[in-house]
């Protein structure tokens, strides 16, 4: 039986879309792989609100992540950090030899502007990493109140990963002064995993210079600089089947209109919280509540993995807790193509399941 996928990515892919990946294949040195690869940029540039290159890498999320961190800090890195994804680009830089320093919060709340400020004050770093939408908590950072602080360091790269949220929440990346915001293909955008998405600007591009040990693959100014000298084409061989459906997508995406994508992700996320507080309670501080996914506070002491394997007979799946939150709390994300009517489907069944 299929399950519709209420987890935190992958998430289901419509069958027209999925449909496009069975084009034939075509040279990826081709002209026609440069004018495919251009207009996925051009589109995602809408996206992403930003007139700054784009970057396509046959990779997860993590590894744009990790070509972030290691390709563009010269000195030292501050990573705020609020789950476990923030952890990773942490050990990601320790990994990568590169200095850095966390700065963690209880988990539940966000990084606030007085942290990124009091760091920065320091005048130790010079790039700094945020996790915009923390899957593993449910916590999506004050990003346009940090932004504010940003402005005071503008010799600072700022890194965002926005994996779990750009397409599902607004996130003007220029307007922002994000250097680097980084995407992946499986969670908002309602494609299928294996495509990491960047945007990159001129200052991540002249701090990349200045870095010797940027690696080979995840170089992000060797991606850069191949897509300006060879018309939007890459170093590697792209994954030209995911890039048929998100050429597709994207024009399905900005034929819904932008604004109303973002409110039908955010009336999902708020009829998810309501019913969370009505039954539970919601694991995050609620100022700060992701729209994207909802992590719920298992005050019943459920067995949610058995909670989750009733759901799949009935055809539905989320996610139980991360890590050490496993079964103290589990998580419902309400991203992508989804409408309130599929939220509420769910939402029906879990308490019928649990005699509600």
């Known amino acids: 039986m299929h399950k519709k996928l209420f987890i935190p990515g992958p998430i289901d892919v419509a069958q027209d879309v999925l449909e496009q990946m069975t084009k034939p294949m075509i040279g990826h040195r081709s002209k026609e792989a440069s004018s495919l690869q251009r207009r996925i940029s051009e589109k995602l540039q809408k996206v992403f609100y930003t007139k700054e290159q784009i970057l396509l890498s046959t990779s997860s999320g993590s590894g744009l992540m990790e070509g972030a961190i290691r390709s563009c800090t010269r000195k030292r890195a501050a990573v705020f950090s609020v789950g476990a994804f923030g ?44 996790t915009h939408n923390e899957t593993s908590t449910g916590v999506m950072n004050p990003v346009y109140e940090i932004s504010e602080v940003m402005k005071k360091y503008p010799e600072v790269v700022w890194c965002l990963d926005a994996v779990s949220s750009m397409g599902g929440t ?11 915001c980084i995407t992946s293909t499986q969670k908002c955008l309602s494609l299928p995993p294996g495509v990491a998405i960047a945007s990159m600007s001129q200052k991540a591009v002249e701090a990349a210079k ?54 039908r992700h955010l009336e999902m996320a708020q009829y998810v919280r309501a019913w969370a507080k009505e039954k539970f309670e919601i694991f995050p501080n609620e100022k700060y509540a992701s729209n994207t996914l909802t992590t719920i506070k298992n005050t019943k002491g459920i067995n949610v993995a058995a909670l989750n394997k009733e759901l799949g007979n009935r055809g539905y799946a989320i996610s139980n807790g991360y890590g050490d939150l496993k079964e103290k709390t589990f998580r419902i994300a309400h991203m992508g193509d989804y409408n309130l009517d599929d939220v509420k489907g769910l939402l029906e069944n879990i308490d019928y399941i649990l005699g509600e």
């Open 87 to 130: 952890d990773r680009w942490y050990k990601m830089a320790v990994s990568n030899n590169v200095a850095a320093d966390k700065f963690a919060v209880e988990p539940g709340e966000a990084i606030t502007p007085e942290m990124v400020d009091e760091a920065l004050a320091t005048g130790k770093y010079d790039l700094i990493t945020i």
């Open 170 to 180: 607004k996130i003007e990346v220029d307007k922002l002064g994000v250097d680097i």
């Open 210 to 263: 200045q870095v010797e040990f940027r690696g080979v693959y995840l170089d992000l100014l060797a991606l850069y600089e191949y897509i300006q000298k060879k018309d939007h084409q890459y170093p590697s061989t792209p994954a030209l089947s995911i890039m048929y459906a998100m050429d597709y997508q994207l024009d399905k995406i900005l034929a819904e209109g932008l604004e109303n994508r973002f409110q």
